[in-house]
């Protein structure tokens, strides 16, 4: 028999779980680390003060690849919590050494599906801001699909945010740039921060790759919107 919560349940992934090659250090991380500063999936409300131990701005990072980003933010924000949720090895391994050897404290990892995190972990209202860095951009049409950032996902995650809290997303593909600005300025919560794109803010530390690209001259898009305070 066909259980139809399940079926209910399914999405379009918006990752392939390519593990790639785990390096004996991110094992050792994954291993001796991940129960300090990891969080298991449930699909049961996740107590966010509970999980940090205090009470303090909440960020959910949806996607950290290696982590050397979230861990300059973090380190350089240490008023702020950020969950952050990757689903393959090698990165979350990587960001556990850095965590560890920079000593910080205001991290926790969820190694699973963002949208499945994000529907079944997360409260409504609960999150300060969202941060969605380079997202796969699955750029080939027929794979579109794939993308993460559609109407009913945004629609979904507006509900965590607080009033006020903002969805920052930064990419390097213009066609993909243009879909988000598209999505988000259809969501009737959300209201954007900038005239179309806005300038990369402070926080957000410039990776290696994207100084590749700017002296190449690719471009990158940070997109900044915010939840309305009423409505």
């Not at 500063?37 to 960020?59: E, M, S």
């Not at 965590?160 to 993909?176: E, S």
């Not at 600005?181 to 402070?202: F, H, I, K, Q, S």
Request: charged share 20%.
């Amino acid at each position: 028999m066909t259980n139809t919560t399940d079926l209910s349940k399914r999405h379009i992934r918006s990752f392939v779980l390519r593990q790639g090659r785990v390096s004996p250090a991110q094992q050792r991380a994954c291993e001796t680390l991940l129960p300090r500063f990891g969080i298991q999936y449930a699909a049961q409300p996740l107590d966010l003060t509970l999980a940090f131990g205090r009470i303090a701005p909440k960020i959910l990072e949806i996607g950290f690849g290696m982590g050397d980003s979230t861990a300059t933010i973090a380190r350089n924000h240490p008023e702020n919590d950020y969950l952050s949720l990757e689903v393959h090895t090698p990165g979350v391994g990587n960001l556990l050494k850095l965590v560890d050897a920079q000593h910080i404290a205001n991290v926790r990892i969820i190694q699973h599906d963002a949208v499945e995190v994000l529907r079944d972990m997360i409260g409504a209202n609960t999150l300060d801001g969202v941060h969605i860095f380079f997202p796969d951009p699955w750029h080939k049409a027929r794979h579109n699909k794939r993308r993460l950032i559609q109407a009913p996902f945004i629609a979904q995650l507006v509900q965590k945010l607080k009033p006020g809290a903002y969805i920052h997303v930064a990419t390097d593909w213009q066609d993909y740039a243009e879909q988000v600005l598209a999505v988000l300025g259809a969501e009737p919560l959300l209201e954007n921060t900038a005239v179309d794109y806005a300038p990369r803010p402070d926080y957000r530390p410039l990776t290696k790759f994207e100084q590749r690209g700017i002296r190449l001259g690719h471009g990158v898009w940070d997109l900044l919107f915010r939840r309305k305070m009423s409505g």
